[in-house]
């Protein structure tokens, strides 16, 4: 487990290495949702995603012994983005393991920030193992995307900037994958404000968390297929799960044809570039997911790394 002081100590170590990213109000959706919408950027953060908050935090709590050793990671793409330039920004060599299917753009982006780049399965469960396995053989550190409290203190530091921001804020919503980000963000919002309701956002073909949360217990998938790359993880962490079941108030489901059209719309009416994954809380607002109206509700949108040949395909099918 985590707690706020952990989220405030990371605020203060990463400080300065990171974009305090901002907040938008958005009038369109606020009056097609029927609240009162304000869109937490993440998209605009170093590495284009929030997993540059928990990669620097962990980069920089380690001891420099370990960093002169280099780091792996696996990742479907943003993770490991953010690890190859946090990497390069401290100097550290750095390999990530990503899926066989993993977006062209998020592996150029890796390969830009001079990390190695090996393919392993489709899975998080295969590329972990890889990324593991490399770790061991090579006396690199392994960093975990999601499963670790340093991770998740990091990760965190986006609900203190939304209270700086919106201090009356009723709900967020929040993407969930291996849930480093609801965990820490849910962490530092519940500790912080007794009000505030945290929804966790889930595609309905990768809704681990959700059927976790149903169930008790941790829930494995077996075969994921969405377009929410950054969120085709098999299960909740172990770490991450306990928190989720202490202070996130539900999991919600959205559809791929409300993501894509999400992810659109985003780009036409707020001028944002939101990745698949990024864009399923906005979704949860739009299709009227949510179990409440009127209410001062910030969408977590986790990052901003689309491969623009795929967006542009689905330009032109909403033309059609």
Not at 41 to 62: D, I, P, T, V
Request: hydrophobic content about 40%; proline content about 4%; overall charge neutral.
């Amino acid at each position: 487990m985590i707690s706020l002081e952990d989220v405030k100590k990371a605020r203060e170590r990463i400080k300065g290495w990171i974009h305090e990213t901002p907040l938008f109000s958005s009038a369109t959706f606020s009056l097609w949702s029927g609240n009162e919408v304000y869109l937490k950027a993440e998209n605009l953060q170093k590495s284009g995603a929030f997993k540059f908050r928990g990669a620097m935090n962990f980069m920089l709590s380690m001891d420099e012994e370990e960093r002169k050793k280099g780091v792996v990671t696996g990742s479907s793409g943003n993770h490991g983005q953010a690890l190859a330039c946090a990497a390069k920004i401290l100097g550290v060599k750095a390999i990530v393991v990503v899926p066989e299917d993993a977006s062209s753009a998020k592996v150029a982006a890796i390969e830009g920030y001079g990390a190695l780049v090996e393919r392993c399965g489709r899975s998080s469960t295969e590329r972990i193992s890889r990324a593991m396995e490399i770790a061991e053989q090579r006396g690199m550190t392994f960093v975990p995307p999601f499963d670790h409290p340093w991770i998740m203190a990091g990760q965190g530091t986006t609900g203190l900037e939304i209270l700086d921001e919106l201090p009356d804020v009723d709900a967020v919503l929040v993407p969930c994958g291996g849930c480093g980000l609801i965990s820490g963000v849910a962490t530092a919002l519940k500790e912080s404000s007794k009000k505030v309701k945290v929804y966790g956002v889930e595609p309905e073909r990768s809704n681990s968390t959700y059927l976790s949360l149903k169930a008790g217990h941790i829930v494995e998938l077996k075969n994921i297929e969405t377009i929410a790359d950054g969120l085709r993880t098999a299960s909740p962490g172990k770490i991450t799960f306990p928190i989720v079941q202490k202070y996130v108030d539900d999991v919600l489901l959205v559809s791929e044809e409300e993501i894509k059209n999400t992810v659109l719309l985003l780009l036409e009416r707020a001028k944002l570039l939101v990745e698949p994954s990024g864009a399923v809380p906005v979704a949860a607002l739009l299709y009227g997911k949510v179990p409440f109206k009127a209410k001062k509700t910030v969408a977590l949108m986790s990052g901003g790394n689309v491969d623009l040949l795929t967006l542009s395909k689905w330009i032109e099918e909403s033309k059609a």
